[in-house]
Every structure is written in C-alpha cells, then in structure tokens.
C-alpha cells in the first residue's frame, strides 16, 4: 500500500522561509507532488518530482531523494496569502495512477 | 467555464437516499478520480478511472460506485446515504505531461 507522513501544523514568520516535510511508504514509486489548498478552496498543484533533487518555481522548491523516501516542499520570501494547508501526495510505480495525499499540514503566517 | 466541473455544489439529503455527484471535464484527459476530504483527513481517493472501460477501487470505495460515461464525464454515486459520507467531494483530471491533478471546486453533501 502507500501512505505518507506530513507535520499537522506549521506556523512561520512573514518574510521568513519554511519547509514542509513528508516522508512516504510505498510499494513502487512514480513521482512526488505538492498541492495548496486555501480554506473553502480546490487543492491547486504546486510542483512534481519525479527524480531526485531539487524543482524550483518562483517562491516554491520542492525536493524529493527516493533512497530516502523523503521530500519537502521550501517556501521562501513567506507572504500572509501563503496561508494554507499543504498536501503531499504519491503515485505508485506498480500503479502509477493511483495516488494517495496525506493529511495535509496548515501553515499559519505571522505578521 | 471551469476545466473541471462539478454538480451539484452542495447537497443535503437524508439517510437511505440516493445521490449522484457529476462530474465533466473539458481538458481531454484520460485520467479522471474521486476524492473525499474530512476535516484532519486530508483527501481520501474513493475511486480512478484511466478509461471508460478501466475503473479501479481507491481507498475507501465501500458504499460508493461509479460510471465513467465518457471521456469527459465521471459520475459518483452513494446507493443508500448515510450520515458519516457527509464530506466534501472532488473529481480531478490527471494531465500526465506535467504529473498534475486538476481539481474541481468541490461538491458538499451533507447527509442527515
């Protein structure tokens, strides 16, 4: 089966850097994603990794190591909009269009 | 209009009734899924299609079915409601260029 493992809360400083952590089980693996979903919203893609290293868009990297079955997601330059929850997500190799989220971690910013 | 749409936006119904959540797209994927979302839980896959022909179970398809009807189209239904399906539903397409899903705005069903 899949599952995955992602902290419930974070709360950071605006203008501050934050990193979301998610490590996961699987069976096979495919990619590694990240989605922002905004309280009363749709969850919105934000990166993929399907290799390992880092993927960089803007203010958001995500980074994925397979050996580890460990990636985060690094928010930078924090803005009061970036409140949200943040949900990792896995496909697996042995069915590479099932894929799983976990719980989900709320990042609260401060001023 | 919305790639992916969703109908209807909120539901209330009560026990032992029978719902359908509809869902069509406009992005030409083949790949279409049903996610349910409670509070703390994240979103929990009900069921996937790849095809009209290819239908697969999720992680919790007890007391769910579904009818893929065309490419475009990708039904939920709840044969005999009950109380804890009150949740928000999503249907998303899977673009396998990018690896992203694409969600529709969600359909709250509230079951008394």
């Known amino acids: 089966g899949q599952s995955l493992e992602q902290p419930s809360e974070v709360t950071a400083v605006e203008g501050a850097i934050v990193q979301i952590n998610c490590t996961y089980q699987?069976?096979?693996?495919?990619?590694l994603s990240w989605y922002q979903q905004h309280d009363g919203g749709a969850p919105t893609f934000l990166s993929y990794?399907?290799?390992?290293g880092l993927e960089e868009t803007g203010r958001f990297s995500s980074f994925l190591s397979r050996s580890d079955s460990y990636g985060y997601l690094l928010l930078q330059e924090l803005q009061m909009k970036d409140s949200a929850s943040y949900f990792c997500a896995v496909s697996g190799y042995s069915s590479a269009s099932k894929i799983i989220f976990g719980s989900g971690t709320r990042l609260s910013i401060r001023p | 209009d919305a790639d992916v749409t969703q109908t209807p936006r909120n539901r209330i119904t009560k026990t032992g009734k029978r719902i359908m959540l509809e869902c069509s797209q406009t992005?030409?994927?083949?790949?279409m899924y049903w996610y349910r979302q409670d509070p703390g839980l994240g979103l929990r896959l009900i069921y996937y299609s790849f095809d009209v022909k290819d239908i697969n179970k999720g992680e919790i398809s007890d007391g769910y079915s579904v009818s893929r009807q065309a490419q475009a189209k990708f039904s939920l239904s709840l044969e005999s409601a009950i109380p804890n399906q009150t949740a928000l539903y999503f249907c998303?397409?899977?673009?396998?260029?990018?690896?992203?899903?694409?969600f529709g705005e969600g359909s709250r069903l509230t079951v008394l």
């Open positions: 990794n399907g290799l390992d």
């Open positions: 992005k030409g994927h083949d790949r």
């Open positions: 699987t069976s096979g693996f495919y990619g």
């Open positions: 998303a397409t899977f673009g396998t260029a990018t690896g992203e899903l694409f």
